[in-house]
């Protein structure tokens, strides 16, 4: 999968405001086998094989989603039977579990419910992924707008209009309650 064609456009393709879809593929991949490998601890074993294949393959059919989708709504419901089809050219013979963890990645939004141990786990790594890569970005947009409001306060200082009300708001600062000639 990482050396394929489809993955390397994946990583090129902005998702979710601050990452790629490939960045956020990995992430989701890297995610799932931390669950699984902390159930496994507790004696829940999963078919790790499956969770691997089905966490990268889970968003390839978001590519080119500009092009398919007419809005978020559709790509929501429409890009986990796209990325089967992308996997299955991936992997021609795409193990079952995989293609049901591709199926069911978007539950509860779209799709049908995961019905193996496997399919929430991605399923949960996806809405993890997500929610942080969304976080980040909203974050990063906060940080962007606060340098913005920063640069357009000190560029408003500079001006002389700016300056004299800074004066006459000391003025009233000195002598609260009397009269500062209407100011």
Same mark, same amino acid.
């Given at each position: 999968v990482l050396r394929s064609e489809q993955f390397s456009k994946a990583l090129k393709q902005k998702h979710h405001m601050t990452s790629s879809v490939g960045e956020h593929t990995l992430r989701v991949t890297a995610?799932?086998?931390?669950?699984s490998h902390a159930l496994e601890k507790i004696g829940i074993k999963s078919d790790d094989? $499956?969770?691997?294949?089905?966490?990268?393959?889970?968003? &390839?059919?978001?590519?080119?989603r500009d =092009?398919?989708?007419k809005n978020n709504r559709e790509c929501c419901s429409q890009h986990p039977r796209d990325s089967v089809e992308t996997a299955k050219e991936i992997f021609p013979y795409l193990d079952e579990k995989a293609?049901?963890?591709?199926?069911?990645?978007?539950?509860?939004l779209s799709g049908p419910r995961p019905?193996?141990?496997?399919?929430?786990?991605?399923?949960?790594?996806?809405?993890?992924? $997500?929610?942080?890569?969304?976080m980040y970005g909203t974050a &990063?947009?906060?940080?962007?707008?606060? =340098?913005?409001?920063?640069?357009?306060?000190?560029?408003?200082?500079?001006?002389a209009d700016y300056k004299e009300q800074l004066r006459r708001i000391k003025i009233q600062k000195k002598s609260p309650g009397q009269d500062n000639g209407g100011q």
């Open positions: 995610s799932s086998l931390r669950i094989r $499956s969770i691997v294949q089905g966490a990268l393959c889970h968003d &390839l059919g978001i590519l080119d =092009k398919k989708y293609e049901r963890i591709i199926r069911s990645h978007m539950w509860p019905g193996s141990r496997e399919e929430v786990i991605v399923s949960a790594a996806d809405k993890y992924a $997500s929610a942080k890569d969304i &990063l947009k906060g940080r962007e707008k606060a =340098k913005e409001v920063r640069i357009h306060i000190s560029d408003r200082m500079k001006t």
